[in-house]
């Protein structure tokens, strides 16, 4: 069998485009007689120290020696964001290259148009590495016949590692974030990961390329895990639950269902087992089909070798299908939905004051499954605010809101009680 290499341009040399290269540099060969070629590396400074020796003719600062280069016919993108990445893809699938990229704002963002200019030129566009918690299944959700019915994932290693560790350690969110962020498990900037945003651009991801349809970022509901607190984890186990941030897709017809938030799941549930950086996916399709994937959330070297997983695929001469959007698909608005509810309130520790909640909770067909109360008995001082956590039955979201303003407004209850979601996962 005759020898085909592919040659290969990186954009971008920092914490994942360092294990690619890496990686590049222990197997240049590929399965199926085809080498991997490096060829060039575009950074924004050559000069800078690097945890990888990288011989100087391979780095550039030009974005023309790899986009303009006949000889790269793959090119991968690894430096993030979304200006100048859409340039330099857009422009590398127009000039007929393979393109491979760990980006998932910037498919979030755009995937439509990248994938049509994919398609449109006859390129394989790898996007494994936008979520390595999905990469193995990602093919066979791209071209399977049937479609999702129910997709529920942990997407973020940053943030079911700090869940993870507030309930084992018994430390507050702030202190294992800063943890976190010593060991390399959080960015400097945490925002996207503990606000939820990284997570709802995978899921985007993930819908866009089953379904053919990538919902507008603004339209996905997205709640971080900011206002957990270690009381509400402990809470949590004591209801016999843990608590994870998940990223949630229904589908019933052409109404789709796309929602980010903290959720408690069952803890004996296989999500709720993923401990520290894991993450994990379940998806169920319309037939009754149910896959799962298990994937470390966070390093450079689960992304890089999603992005040899691309690579493999173009040396074997396999495409990633892209389903088009053959009909109407309306987003379900998150006052819509449906489910059980955590509710935890700090109120004052005197008689009545429970029944005033679970009252306003009964106007608005909302029954209680369970209650903790953590009064203090004969030690409580006047007026003393104490938590108190219901655990409700399966209820709409619309109710649930305007039941919680209602209590908002009694002077014996702080303002902005907490509600978490729960979900029972697939399997």
């Given at each position: ?110 995937g439509s148009e990248i994938f049509n200019k994919a398609v ?95 919902p507008p970022i603004k339209s996905v509901y997205t709640e ?204």
């Open positions: 069998m005759s020898t085909k290499n592919l040659h290969i341009g990186i954009f971008g040399l920092g914490t994942v485009g360092t294990g690619v290269v890496e990686l590049l540099m222990k197997k240049k060969d590929a399965p199926g007689n085809y080498h991997f070629i490096l060829e060039k590396v575009v950074v924004k400074n050559p000069n800078k120290k690097r945890e990888i020796d990288v011989p100087s003719d391979f780095l550039s600062l030009n974005p023309d020696d790899i986009l303009n280069n006949p000889a790269i016919d793959t090119v991968i993108e690894v430096i993030g964001g979304i200006h100048p990445a859409k340039e330099f893809v857009i422009q590398a699938l127009e000039k007929g290259k393979n393109v491979i990229t760990a980006n998932k704002a910037l498919l979030a963002s755009y449109e030129n006859r390129c394989y566009l790898g996007v494994r590495a936008s979520n390595i918690a999905a990469y193995r299944i990602i093919e066979s959700l791209t071209t399977s016949p049937s479609k999702i019915e129910k997709l529920i994932g942990i997407f973020n290693g940053t943030c079911n590692y700090i869940l993870t560790e507030m309930e084992k350690k018994g430390e507050s969110f702030s202190a294992i974030l800063k943890r976190a962020q010593e060991m390399g498990y959080a960015e400097a900037d945490p925002i996207n990961d503990i606000n939820g945003y990284d997570t709802a651009h995978k899921l985007i991801v993930l819908l866009g390329i089953s379904l053919g349809y990538f971080g895990i900011n206002n957990i607190t270690l009381q509400d984890v402990l809470f949590a186990r004591e209801l016999g639950y843990r608590i994870k941030l998940v990223a949630i897709a229904k589908r019933e017809e052409e109404m789709l269902e796309a929602r980010v938030h903290p959720v408690l799941i069952p803890k004996e549930k296989w999500l709720a087992r993923l401990e520290g950086i894991e993450n994990g996916v379940e998806v169920r399709d319309e037939i009754g089909l149910e896959i799962g994937m298990q994937a470390p959330g966070a390093g450079k070297y689960p992304t890089a070798t999603a992005i040899m997983e691309d690579l493999i695929c173009i040396s074997r001469g396999r495409g990633l299908f892209f389903p088009p959007r053959k009909s109407s698909i309306t987003l379900k608005p998150i006052e819509k939905i449906e489910t059980k509810y955590y509710l935890k309130f700090h109120a004052v520790d005197k008689a009545g004051v429970l029944a005033k909640i679970a009252s306003i909770l009964g106007d608005y067909n909302i029954s209680i499954e369970s209650v903790i109360q953590k009064g203090k008995g004969d030690k409580r001082k006047e007026n003393e605010m104490v938590p108190v956590i219901m655990l409700t039955h399966r209820s709409r979201e619309d109710n649930i809101q305007k039941a919680l303003k209602k209590i908002n407004d009694l002077p014996e209850v702080e303002k902005n009680p907490l509600l978490i979601r729960v979900e029972e996962g697939i399997f």
